[in-house]
C-alpha cells in the first residue's frame, strides 16, 4: 500500500494541506479539464485574474481544443494538468470551465505531488469531481466561479473569493454577518441547530455519479454542501436516493444548500424536493446560500472545518456557515 493509499484509508484524511495563499505577481496556471468554453468569457475571465489581481496567467496553446464535447482528448487534458501541477513557479490552478470531462482523468490523476507542494485549486460544477479527489487525498480546495464566468461576477463574489484566495481577511464584523472570505450569511433555516466539521461536496450530480467508486470522501462528521444546474426535481431526488441507498449520507454534521439553477419543472420545486429528502436526516440544514451557477457564486473552502449556524424561529441572527479555517494556511 502506497503512503497516499495509507492516507487515505477510511475515506477522509485526519487532516487537510491547506496551501499557500495567492499574492499580486503570483503565476497562476489555467486548464480546461472539462468542456469545451467560450472564447470570449474566457478572455474575460482572464482579464480579471490579470488585471484586478494582478496574477501572470499562464495557459497552455492548445487550451481550446475540442475534441466533440471535450476540450480536447483526455490525452491533452491530462498532460495539461500534469504540468500545471508540476509548474515549481505556480501557485494556483484555476479552471476554465466545468460542463463534463472530469471523471474520465481521475483514474490516472495521482494527488501526491499536491499535497507535497500544495497549490490552490479553484472551480466548480463537473470540477467537483477533482475537488472530491483532492479532498479524499487530504488537500484543501476551493469551490468557486471557474474562469468563464469571473467576468460577469458581480464585485461582492470576487472580492469574496480573493479574500479567500489571498487570505487577506477583514476582521469578524461587528454582529453575525461574517465579512468576505470568512463565509456566508442568509438563506433560510430548513432544520433549526448548530454543526461543525469539514465542508465538502458540491455538483449533486457529480456526488451521486462518483458514489460507488474509489473518489468519493467519506461524508461523516461533514458540513455537505450542494448545489446544481439543469436537472428536473425527479431527478435530484434520484441522486439524493442514490446517495441514502448507498450509505453515504449516513452521519452527516448538517447541510447547506445552494442555487438549484433552472431545476424547477412540471413534476414540482426543486427546493421541495430536496429539503423533503435532506430533512428527513435531522441534522442542520440552511437554504439558498449564494453558491452555484449564479453570477454570485460565492466560495467555498472544501476540506477545512466551517461551522453552520441554522437559527431557530425567534433566535437571533441569520442562517451563516462560518470557515473556521479558510482555504489557506
Not at 491547506?18 to 482579464?47: C, W
Not at 483514474?107 to 500544495?118: K, Q, Y
Not at 479532498?135 to 467576468?151: C, E, I, S
Amino acid at each position: 500500500m502506497s503512503e497516499i493509499d495509507r492516507r487515505v484509508d477510511g475515506g477522509y484524511p485526519a487532516a487537510m494541506r491547506r496551501p499557500p495563499p495567492l499574492r499580486t505577481g503570483d503565476v497562476v496556471r489555467v486548464i480546461a479539464p472539462g468542456s469545451a468554453f467560450d472564447l470570449p468569457a474566457f478572455e474575460a475571465g482572464l482579464s480579471v485574474l490579470r488585471d484586478r489581481w494582478g496574477l501572470r496567467t499562464r495557459v497552455r496553446d492548445d487550451v481550446t481544443a475540442r475534441t466533440g464535447y471535450l476540450a480536447g482528448d483526455d490525452r491533452r487534458r491530462l498532460a495539461e494538468w500534469d504540468e500545471a501541477v508540476a509548474d515549481d513557479q505556480a501557485t494556483a490552478i484555476f479552471c476554465a470551465r466545468g460542463g463534463y470531462g472530469v471523471m474520465r482523468l481521475l483514474p490516472a490523476i495521482d494527488p501526491s505531488p499536491l499535497l507535497d507542494r500544495p497549490k490552490l485549486v479553484v472551480g466548480f460544477s463537473d470540477i467537483t469531481a477533482l475537488h472530491a479527489l483532492l479532498n479524499r487525498a487530504g488537500l484543501a480546495t476551493v469551490h468557486g466561479p471557474v474562469v468563464t464566468q469571473l467576468g460577469r461576477a458581480p464585485a461582492e463574489a470576487l472580492d469574496h473569493l480573493w479574500a479567500l484566495l489571498s487570505g487577506r481577511l477583514a476582521r469578524p464584523l461587528a454582529g453575525d454577518v461574517p465579512p468576505p472570505g470568512r463565509g456566508l450569511s442568509g438563506g433560510v433555516t430548513c432544520v433549526p441547530g448548530r454543526a461543525r466539521g469539514p465542508l465538502l461536496g458540491g455538483s449533486l450530480t457529480l456526488l451521486a455519479h462518483l458514489c460507488g467508486t474509489p473518489f468519493l470522501p467519506s461524508l461523516a462528521g461533514a458540513i455537505l454542501a450542494l448545489e446544481d444546474v439543469g436537472e428536473r426535481p425527479y431527478r435530484l431526488d434520484r441522486y439524493l436516493t442514490q446517495l441514502r441507498l448507498a450509505g453515504a449520507l449516513e452521519g452527516l454534521a448538517g447541510v447547506v444548500l445552494g442555487q438549484f439553477t433552472g431545476c424547477d419543472g412540471g413534476d414540482g420545486s426543486a427546493d421541495e424536493v430536496v429539503r423533503d429528502l435532506l430533512g428527513q436526516l435531522g441534522v442542520p440544514m440552511v437554504a439558498g446560500f449564494p453558491f452555484g451557477h449564479e453570477d454570485r457564486n460565492l466560495a467555498l473552502p472544501l476540506g477545512p472545518c466551517a461551522t453552520l449556524v441554522a437559527p431557530a424561529a425567534g433566535d437571533q441572527g441569520p442562517p451563516r456557515l462560518l470557515f473556521d479555517e479558510g482555504a489557506t494556511a
